[in-house]
């Protein structure tokens, strides 16, 4: 009998275990997988514009929007009242996951290469910029559901007081994160039109990354609608 319940413990310390090894692949597998399209889209970016204007156009784009989001959500402002969980990767000073600013890369920077691919130079920074951040906001209203309702990346909050926010959680984000999202777009592709870059590009190479996101956010949106 001894033996028997030995043995049970061990099959639940196993179990335990390997649910162990299961949770922590889900709260990293999603992160991993954008840092995956943020290397592919670096490396067709830097076909056209070279690799060093490319390391400067991520290095921008996720400086800048790296602040905005730590600001964020420490304060509110921009986006509204929020916060990350630990379900997309590690977080700097379990604030900021360290894909957040690369998913603004491939997004940002997938939308400047869309509009030059587009335009082919008959278009000012204005008019890119605008593409831009339209395309920006259709990708995160199709993110929201899947990455907060769904996968749990961060939580939605309609208070100030954080004792009182397990209580404040919205039906929908506030309109001013989606206001934000354009804005920032908007603002990053105005700053990009004056980085350096060897070649326009002229490939759609970089749609197609951003087209996967969004593909995968759209099955994602089907699967949870079958369930």
Not at 86 to 107: D, E, H
Not at 163 to 184: M, R
Request: net charge neutral.
């Amino acid at each position: 009998m001894a033996s028997g319940g030995l043995g049970a413990i061990g099959s639940i310390a196993e179990g335990d275990r390997f649910f162990g090894i299961l949770d922590a692949f889900d709260r990293h597998a999603d992160a991993i997988w954008m840092f995956l399209a943020g290397a592919v889209l670096f490396v067709e970016l830097a076909k056209c514009w070279g690799a060093r204007s490319t390391l400067i156009h991520f290095v921008v784009i996720g400086i800048i929007t790296g602040a905005l989001e730590t600001i964020g959500v420490l304060t509110g402002f921009p986006f509204g009242d929020y916060e990350y969980t630990n379900r997309y990767g590690f977080r700097l000073a379990g604030i900021l996951p360290f894909a957040i600013p690369v998913a603004w890369f491939v997004v940002v920077g997938a939308g400047l290469a869309i509009t030059e691919r587009l335009s082919r130079g008959r278009k000012g920074p204005v008019a890119k910029a605008g593409v831009v951040a339209v395309l920006a906001v259709l990708t995160d209203i199709n993110l929201e559901p899947v990455a907060w309702k769904v996968r749990g990346y961060w939580h939605w909050y309609t208070g100030s007081e954080w004792a009182d926010k397990a209580n404040q959680i919205p039906a929908y984000p506030p309109i001013e994160n989606y206001i934000s999202w354009a804005v920032i777009a908007f603002g990053l592709a105005l700053v990009c039109a004056f980085l350096p870059r060897s070649q326009a590009n002229h490939s759609l190479r970089p749609f197609y990354v951003l087209l996967i996101l969004n593909t995968v956010l759209v099955a994602a949106h089907l699967g949870r609608l079958w369930a």
